[in-house]
Structure formats: C-alpha cells, structure tokens
T-cell receptor, first 113, second 112 residues
Framework: GQQLNQSPQSMFIQEGEDVSMNCTSS?????WLWYKQDPGEGPVLLIA?????ELTSNGRLTAQFGITRKDSFLNISASIPSDVGIYFC?????????????FGKGTKLSVKP | NAGVTQTPKFRVLKTGQSMTLLCAQD?????MYWYRQDPGMGLRLIHY???????AKGEVPDGYNVSRLKKQNFLLGLESAAPSQTSVYFC???????????FGSGTRLTVV
C-alpha cells in the first residue's frame, strides 16, 4: 500500500530553537495535513494544505505543500516546552475516498527548557 | 461541546474474549473512522463509515467488525481478542469533504 515517509523520527531540541520536519511519498497527493498528538490524547489538526506550492501558517507553525505534490514540510519557530508531542503528516491521493487518508509514522519532538 | 467521546478509556482482555468499543460524536458529522496506533507504526485505518448504516474496510480490518446504526455512534467489535490486537484505538469523525478529522482521546486495550 501507499506509504508516507516522515522524518526525522525524533528530535531533541533546546527551547527557542526552530524545528523542521518533512513528509515524502512516491505517489502524488492532493491534500496534505499536519496533526499534533499530546501524550495520552488523540491527534489534533494543525494545518491543512490543498494546493501544490501552498504555504500556510498557524501561529508559530508554517507548513508547505510541495510543488511536486509528493512532499510536505512543517516548521515550528521559537519552540516552547508545550510543543512537545508527536507530529503526524497525513495525505490523500487523487481518486482517494475520504477513507483513504494515509498517516506518516510521526516525528516525536522533545524540547529541553 | 464534547466532540468525540470514546469508552472505555482502558481495558484488559484475555485472549479469546470479546468486547465492543464505543465512539460517540455530537457534531453531526457524516463520516466516522476507527484507527489503531502501535509504536513506530503511526495510525492505521481499521474501518470507516460514510453514513448511518454503511461501513467499509480500511487498511487493517481483519479481526474487527463495526456497526453504525445511529449517525452519532460508531462501534468497533473484537469477536475473539488476540494479543496482536493490543494497541491504542482512536475514533475520529469528519464532515463530508472535510479532511480535518476530530479524534477522540483513545482506548488503550491490552490482550493477555
């Protein structure tokens, strides 16, 4: 089946640093989403991207829909301790039904105060 | 506004036992989903429903059954639990055409 390759798997950073993570696929996607999961909770939607080349911000978070439609990037600026969690990318390919949202395996972020 | 509520939050089963996980949403969403989350595997779709009375298989449906008798509820059943079904189960819902799913807080299931 289709897979999303998310990297890095984990990151340990100092508070105040910027963070970058990405998601790639061998297939074209027409929708990219980024979720965050806090410990013991379900994922929460951060940003949704619907057009190739689209750049969208949500506070300190910025995500981009890659121009090739095969990748997406999430950046977090000036990290704070509450940014700790697992970040998931998710994608929907052309022709996919609503049930075919595919998730990456996640990037676990740890922030040292 | 409760969003998506999952019960129970934790459960321990013996191999071969059966159980039902309940998911309820109060947002009048048409679509509902069941995922399982395992370490290093991300979220994998078990079954989903695009409306009351309809269900469809996801990526890992074997060993599970589902029912959507009412729009607001989506039940996940394990007929004969196996240790491989030890996982955290998440329910989610969404409006038709909206890929920003709302997730519940999960059910941690251990099968011994």
């Amino acid at each position: 089946g289709q897979q999303l390759n998310q990297s890095p798997q984990s990151m340990f950073i100092q508070e105040g640093e910027d963070v970058s993570m990405n998601c790639t696929s061998s297939s074209i996607f027409n929708t990219w989403l980024w979720y965050k999961q806090d410990p013991g909770e379900g994922p929460v939607l951060l940003i949704a991207l619907y057009k190739a080349g689209e750049l969208t911000s949500n506070g300190r978070l910025t995500a981009q829909f890659g121009i090739t439609r095969k990748d997406s990037f999430l950046n977090i600026s000036a990290s704070i301790p509450s940014d700790v969690g697992i970040y998931f990318c998710a994608g929907l390919n052309y022709g996919g039904s609503q049930g075919n949202l595919i998730f990456g395996k996640g990037t676990k972020l740890s922030v040292k105060p | 506004n409760a969003g998506v509520t999952q019960t129970p939050k934790f459960r321990v089963l013996k191999t071969g036992q059966s159980m039902t996980l309940l998911c309820a949403q109060d947002m009048n969403h048409e679509y509902m989903y069941w995922y399982r989350q395992d370490p290093g595997m991300g979220l994998r779709l078990i079954h989903y429903s695009v409306g009351e009375g309809t269900t469809a298989k996801g990526e890992v449906p074997d060993g599970y059954n589902v029912s959507r008798l009412k729009k607001q509820n989506f039940l996940l059943g394990l007929e004969s639990a196996a240790p491989s079904q030890t996982s955290v189960y998440f329910c989610a819902s969404s409006r038709r055409g909206d890929y920003g799913y709302t997730f519940g807080s999960g059910t941690r299931l251990t099968v011994v």
